[in-house]
Every structure is written in structure tokens, then in C-alpha cells.
């Protein structure tokens, strides 16, 4: 019989707080700790009889957290995102022209992924990053004791102003910013990011940024004007090409980038040291798509990640990828990475609670999903869509759409548009 871990050590991985990247000490944890999680041994139901009730209670909150805790897998969408995000950090930071900095913009609709993609790409570099450099700073000045930061790791504010955000990114560093004027934070920001060696600074959710505002237009100012640091400025949002943050760029067809003018805010408190325009990659993380054998084939591959992933006592092989479950599993989804993986997290959590112990479509259909996350901005689009899901009535109430409505022919592999669109080649 497969050893189960001792209850002490069970335990403490399963108390393990969720873990937070937007402070230079949650960042650096989440780095280190991010693949320590052991998934739950594989048990048949026979086996699985055999231990005592304690023995199964422990193990139930053991598989129950290795469904929850699934490792990140790659996709075709996910692998063009990385390679791009890594080319561009790692040949920025080995630049030693005094020229600004490409910087990459990572759309995508919401739980599709982009912001665990984009950070695995940065924990990697700076791993590597700080293994070249024996964890110091290569450009410390003698006599500082500033902690060599490579990645800094900033959420946008749901108000975006210049002074907000400032601030937001000098508590990732745990500077003081009380009582500053929005001129000394500008100058902090920039001091902050050259003293501790910082090569890329992410700023997630800056769809949040609201184009009609005056003070969001001065915020994407000032955010260009950081390039002028020679930072790699990271931008992650839903549906970047249509937010308006590209509303004053043009597409440049000779380097396929983006071209967004200089800062005008930032020349005002003395940033700008040159006029050139500034460059963005634009990279989109799509859904799952059914148009070609290609991607019905990719699908399928990800489903068997899943299921990999999955310890449940009675399921059967290819429990996700056998019969109509695929098409099943994509008219739930639409083919949404994080609905897909919500889904299956609750089917399995029910498959275990009824001792049906697999999923299939009768199960699935009692699952409905619910994406109500306070930490999420419904309306910059950073909950997506749910196929089927409840409607509200005249009374306020949920009305529950049919789960599996009948239709003369299956039409779940038929693509319903294109993604988001791209500039012609």
C-alpha cells in the first residue's frame, strides 16, 4: 500500500495561506514555495478501504486539496505567451545600450491564465537571474544594502491615479509614502527601481485604468515614463486591443510592435531623458479552440493533464477525454482555462461527497459555477462569461439556464469567431 504522509506534515500543507506576490517578501515566497505542494498518493478504492476512518478523513482533505491545487499546465496559447514574455525580459536585461526598454502587453479575457503564466515566466529569470549574479545586485553601489529585487510585482488599483499607483508600487518595496507629493513619488518610484536591481515591473490588471479619465490617461504617462529606467515594463489586462491604452499608438509594420508616444506628464518631473517612441509587444492568451485538428488535439491534451491531476477511487481511463465528455466539457466552458479547471475542481469535490468517486456528464450537470470574486473587477471584464449560467428575473432571483440544452446537432466544436483582432501582416 502506497505510505501516506504523517498527519503533522499533511496538516501543515494544508494550512499553508494562499499565497500573495504584491509585497518584495510575498513575491520572493511565492517563488521558492511555488512547486512544493505534494499531490495526494494514488489509492484504489480497495486500498483505500483498508485505512482506518481517521486514515480517510486525512487523505479526503488530501485529494480535496490536490484537486484545488492543480500544477499550471502549458497550452499552445500559454507556451506563444511565455516565449515571448522571456525573450523580451531576458534580452532586456542584458542590454547595455542606454536605449528604452520594449515592453510586452499580455491580453486575454478574465481566467484565462495570464497572470500565472506571466509570473512563472518571471520567477524563472529571476532564479536564473539571481544564481548568475550569486543573489547581489551587480549594480549596488558599495556601502548600500539594498535586498536585489529583479521582479517587482504590482496590482493595479481598482482607482487608478498617478499618485495611487505610485504608492502601490512603493509598498511592494515597503517604502514610506506618507505625506509625499506626487513629484517626490515619481522620483521614489524611480530610485526604488534602479537601487534594487529591478529588470521587469508588472503591472497586473491595468485594464483597470479607464481611458476616459483624465487622472487614468496621466497614470499610463506616467507608466511609459518608467521605461526611461531601463525596466521591462510588464502590462497585463482583458482585451488590451480594444481598452483604449493603444488608443494613441500605431502599429509600426517593419518591427511588428506598437508604438505609444513619449510621456508628457513624466517630462514634467524630469523622467524622460530622450524623445523616442515607446515600444510594446502585444501578445494575446486565447481560449481553447475547435477549428482544427490541431486544437481539437491540444484540447484533448490538456484534458489528459487534468485527469492526470485527478485522484479520484472509481475513475475510469480516459475519463475526460472518452465518448461526448470533451464536447461536454466545452460547451460548459467555452473552452476557458480557469472555468475549465473550476468545473472540474467542484465535480470532483461532489464525485467524492455522493461516493460516486469519477465525473461524468449526469454529475457535471448538477455543478454550477459561480465566479463571484471580490477581488475581481466585473466590470474591466475580469470575470468572464459562463455558458448556460443563471439568469436574473424581475425579482432578483437566479433562474437557472438548462445545463445541456437539446439541439438538432452538436455544435460545441463549432468556433464561434476569431480572437481578439490582430494587425494584418
Given at each position: 500500500?502506497?505510505?501516506?504522509?504523517?498527519?503533522?506534515?499533511?496538516?501543515?500543507?494544508?494550512?499553508?495561506?494562499?499565497?500573495?506576490?504584491?509585497?518584495?517578501?510575498?513575491?520572493?515566497?511565492?517563488?521558492?514555495?511555488?512547486?512544493?505542494?505534494?499531490?495526494?498518493?494514488?489509492?484504489?478504492?480497495?486500498?483505500?478501504?483498508?485505512?482506518?476512518?481517521?486514515?480517510?478523513?486525512?487523505?479526503?482533505?488530501?485529494?480535496?486539496?490536490?484537486?484545488?491545487?492543480?500544477?499550471?499546465?502549458?497550452?499552445?496559447?500559454?507556451?506563444?505567451?511565455?516565449?515571448?514574455?522571456?525573450?523580451?525580459?531576458?534580452?532586456?536585461?542584458?542590454?547595455?545600450?542606454?536605449?528604452?526598454?520594449?515592453?510586452?502587453?499580455?491580453?486575454?479575457?478574465?481566467?484565462?491564465?495570464?497572470?500565472?503564466?506571466?509570473?512563472?515566466?518571471?520567477?524563472?529569470?529571476?532564479?536564473?537571474?539571481?544564481?548568475?549574479?550569486?543573489?547581489?545586485?551587480?549594480?549596488?553601489?558599495?556601502?548600500?544594502?539594498?535586498?536585489?529585487?529583479?521582479?517587482?510585482?504590482?496590482?493595479?488599483?481598482?482607482?487608478?491615479?498617478?499618485?495611487?499607483?505610485?504608492?502601490?508600487?512603493?509598498?511592494?518595496?515597503?517604502?514610506?509614502?506618507?505625506?509625499?507629493?506626487?513629484?517626490?513619488?515619481?522620483?521614489?518610484?524611480?530610485?526604488?527601481?534602479?537601487?534594487?536591481?529591478?529588470?521587469?515591473?508588472?503591472?497586473?490588471?491595468?485594464?483597470?485604468?479607464?481611458?476616459?479619465?483624465?487622472?487614468?490617461?496621466?497614470?499610463?504617462?506616467?507608466?511609459?515614463?518608467?521605461?526611461?529606467?531601463?525596466?521591462?515594463?510588464?502590462?497585463?489586462?482583458?482585451?488590451?486591443?480594444?481598452?483604449?491604452?493603444?488608443?494613441?499608438?500605431?502599429?509600426?509594420?517593419?518591427?511588428?510592435?506598437?508604438?505609444?508616444?513619449?510621456?508628457?506628464?513624466?517630462?514634467?518631473?524630469?523622467?524622460?531623458?530622450?524623445?523616442?517612441?515607446?515600444?510594446?509587444?502585444?501578445?494575446?492568451?486565447?481560449?481553447?479552440?475547435?477549428?482544427?485538428?490541431?486544437?481539437?488535439?491540444?484540447?484533448?491534451?490538456?484534458?489528459?493533464?487534468?485527469?492526470?491531476?485527478?485522484?479520484?477511487?472509481?475513475?475510469?481511463?480516459?475519463?475526460?477525454?472518452?465518448?461526448?465528455?470533451?464536447?461536454?466539457?466545452?460547451?460548459?466552458?467555452?473552452?476557458?482555462?480557469?472555468?475549465?479547471?473550476?468545473?472540474?475542481?467542484?465535480?470532483?469535490?461532489?464525485?467524492?461527497?455522493?461516493?460516486?468517486?469519477?465525473?461524468?456528464?449526469?454529475?457535471?450537470?448538477?455543478?454550477?459555477?459561480?465566479?463571484?470574486?471580490?477581488?475581481?473587477?466585473?466590470?474591466?471584464?475580469?470575470?468572464?462569461?459562463?455558458?448556460?449560467?443563471?439568469?436574473?428575473?424581475?425579482?432578483?432571483?437566479?433562474?437557472?439556464?438548462?445545463?445541456?440544452?437539446?439541439?438538432?446537432?452538436?455544435?460545441?466544436?463549432?468556433?464561434?469567431?476569431?480572437?481578439l483582432a490582430q494587425p494584418s501582416a
Amino acid at each position: 500500500m502506497t505510505e501516506l504522509p504523517p498527519a503533522d506534515v499533511l496538516a501543515t500543507a494544508l494550512s499553508r495561506q494562499p499565497p500573495r506576490r504584491d509585497t518584495a517578501a510575498s513575491w520572493r515566497h511565492w517563488c521558492t514555495t511555488r512547486h512544493q505542494f505534494v499531490p495526494a498518493p494514488r489509492l484504489t478504492l480497495a486500498q483505500w478501504k483498508t485505512m482506518s476512518l481517521a486514515e480517510r478523513s486525512l487523505h479526503d482533505m488530501h485529494r480535496t486539496a490536490t484537486h484545488v491545487n492543480m500544477p499550471l499546465l502549458e497550452t499552445p496559447m500559454s507556451i506563444k505567451v511565455s516565449r515571448l514574455v522571456n525573450r523580451r525580459i531576458r534580452n532586456n536585461a542584458f542590454k547595455q545600450k542606454p536605449s528604452t526598454r520594449a515592453g510586452v502587453m499580455v491580453s486575454g479575457w478574465g481566467y484565462q491564465g495570464k497572470t500565472e503564466t506571466v509570473c512563472e515566466v518571471l520567477a524563472a529569470f529571476e532564479e536564473d537571474w539571481l544564481l548568475l549574479h550569486d543573489q547581489l545586485n551587480p549594480q549596488a553601489v558599495d556601502g548600500t544594502r539594498d535586498l536585489h529585487l529583479p521582479i517587482a510585482y504590482v496590482q493595479t488599483p481598482v482607482t487608478a491615479k498617478p499618485k495611487s499607483t505610485c504608492q502601490a508600487i512603493l509598498d511592494f518595496f515597503g517604502a514610506d509614502t506618507k505625506n509625499m507629493t506626487l513629484p517626490e513619488l515619481v522620483r521614489q518610484v524611480a530610485a526604488s527601481l534602479h537601487d534594487h536591481g529591478v529588470k521587469a515591473l508588472v503591472l497586473d490588471d491595468i485594464t483597470r485604468l479607464r481611458m476616459h479619465r483624465a487622472d487614468d490617461q496621466d497614470t499610463l504617462d506616467l507608466l511609459r515614463a518608467f521605461m526611461s529606467m531601463n525596466v521591462t515594463l510588464v502590462l497585463i489586462g482583458v482585451d488590451i486591443p480594444h481598452s483604449g491604452l493603444l488608443r494613441e499608438g500605431r502599429w509600426d509594420e517593419q518591427t511588428r510592435q506598437w508604438l505609444l508616444p513619449t510621456s508628457e506628464h513624466a517630462r514634467v518631473h524630469g523622467l524622460e531623458a530622450t524623445q523616442t517612441e515607446r515600444r510594446f509587444d502585444l501578445v494575446e492568451l486565447d481560449r481553447f479552440r475547435t477549428t482544427t485538428p490541431e486544437q481539437i488535439t491540444a484540447f484533448h491534451a490538456h484534458l489528459t493533464g487534468l485527469e492526470d491531476n485527478l485522484r479520484l477511487l472509481k475513475a475510469p481511463p480516459g475519463m475526460l477525454t472518452s465518448g461526448t465528455m470533451p464536447e461536454y466539457l466545452m460547451r460548459r466552458t467555452d473552452g476557458v482555462v480557469g472555468l475549465l479547471e473550476r468545473l472540474i475542481e467542484d465535480g470532483a469535490q461532489e464525485a467524492m461527497d455522493s461516493g460516486r468517486e469519477t465525473l461524468d456528464e449526469n454529475l457535471l450537470d448538477e455543478v454550477i459555477l459561480s465566479l463571484d470574486d471580490p477581488g475581481r473587477d466585473a466590470a474591466a471584464g475580469e470575470i468572464p462569461t459562463i455558458p448556460g449560467s443563471p439568469a436574473p428575473t424581475t425579482s432578483g432571483h437566479l433562474k437557472t439556464a438548462p445545463a445541456r440544452p437539446t439541439k438538432n446537432r452538436n455544435t460545441s466544436f463549432d468556433d464561434h469567431g476569431p480572437g481578439l483582432a490582430q494587425p494584418s501582416a
